[in-house]
T-cell receptor, first 111, second 111 residues
Framework: DVKVTQSSRYLVKRTGEKVFLECVQD?????MFWYRQDPGLGLRLIYFSYDVKMKEKGDIPEGYSVSREKKERFSLILESASTNQTSMYLC??????????FGSGTQLSVL | GENVEQHPSTLSVQEGDSAVIKCTYS??????FPWYKQELGKRPQLIIDIRSNVGEKKDQRIAVTLNKTAKHFSLHITETQPEDSAVYFC??????????FGAGTRLTVKP
């Protein structure tokens, strides 16, 4: 089975802090995605990557950046965390733009 | 870009009844339509998917229908059971693009 691992299940940070969310997949998938999940808004795409060192903005990239230095790892960076970035963050990977495999999620609280 | 709308946002049914969740999409180039089930505190998992060259697909108690002309697709669950209670997300993508999700439907099956 594909395994997508997110480094933290729960994270509490302060406003203005730099935050790194890490995601690792073990199936050699080319594609990796970061979504945030908020009640009533579903899963909204922040950034995605189709290859190493390649990144594309999703629907809500403001306040975020990403890094993909290695194929198996896709990091989401909050340069200066704000309270409106409190959310559940889900990483996913796939071989194509089909059948996403999700990580367990990171519940981030920004105080 | 693609925009996916999902209805209803909440759905409550009696055990044994059927449940129907509907989604519409905006991009006529979309050709892949998966459905994900997310149980409380867990990651979304793919339950069924359909491609644009197929009008209907069934897997035991779950079926999905697609109307490409009207740009809508639906999830049908028959003989619902309490373990079907979860949040269900529809999504749409094409092979050139990433995946966009609906806002989700919280299904409650009452015993």
């Amino acid at each position: 089975d594909v395994k997508v691992t997110q480094s933290s299940r729960y994270l509490v940070k302060r406003t203005g802090e730099k935050v790194f969310l890490e995601c690792v997949q073990d199936m050699d998938h080319e594609n990796m995605f970061w979504y945030r999940q908020d009640p009533g808004l579903g899963l909204r795409l922040i950034y995605f990557s189709y290859d190493v060192k390649m990144k594309e903005k999703g629907d809500i990239p403001e306040g975020y950046s990403v890094s993909r230095e290695k194929k198996e790892r896709f990091s989401l960076i909050l340069e200066s965390a704000s309270t409106n970035q409190t959310s559940m963050y889900l990483c996913a990977s796939s071989l194509s733009s089909e059948k996403l495999f999700f990580g367990s999620g990171t519940q981030l609280s920004v105080l | 870009g693609e925009n996916v709308e999902q209805h209803p946002s909440t759905l409550s049914v009696q055990e044994g009844d059927s449940a129907v969740i509907k989604c519409t999409y905006s991009d006529s180039a979309s050709n892949y339509f998966p459905w994900y089930k997310q149980e409380l505190g867990k990651r979304p998992q793919l339950i069924i998917d359909i491609r644009s060259n197929v009008g209907e697909k069934k897997d035991q108690r779950i079926a999905v229908t697609l109307n490409k002309t009207a740009k809508h697709f639906s999830l049908h669950i028959t003989e619902t059971q309490p373990e079907d209670s979860a949040v269900y997300f529809c999504a749409a993508s094409n092979t050139e693009d990433d995946m966009r999700f609906g806002a989700g439907t919280r299904l409650t099956v009452k015993p």
